[in-house]
């Protein structure tokens, strides 16, 4: 019993890192495999990320999990490796933000 539902959990781990890179989003570039993936599916290394805020540089989860050369791994150099290879930051699109187009006045005069 237990093997098969063990399969079971493989088998969907196995469908999901396949879909993973099809789901949407906009489209950054991860700065160790250099690949287009989904904003979605990036990570920010958190030194980069303190450093230069929202356009700190993306890591994809295949490079960020990786288990050979995972930038996760323990033992492994956890500097940003688009710093270090001297790549640009993030391009950041802002949200369109709403216009207000009155202010009501709430306070009551007296």
């Known amino acids: 019993m237990k093997r098969r539902s063990t399969l079971k959990r493989r088998s969907k781990r196995k469908r999901n890192m396949r879909t993973r890179s099809k789901r949407g989003g906009n489209k950054v570039q991860c700065c160790m495999c250099e690949r287009r993936v989904s904003e979605r599916n990036t ?25 050979e050369k995972g930038f996760a791994r323990e033992g492994a150099n956890h500097e940003c490796p688009g710093c270090k290879k001297g790549l640009s930051l993030t391009v950041v699109t802002a949200k369109p933000s709403q216009k207000i187009s009155e202010v009501i006045d709430l306070t009551a005069d007296s």
Do not use: E, N, V
């Open 43 to 67: 990570l920010k290394p958190s030194a980069c990320l303190m450093k230069h805020g929202a356009k700190a540089h993306r890591i994809c989860q295949d490079c960020w999990w990786g288990p």
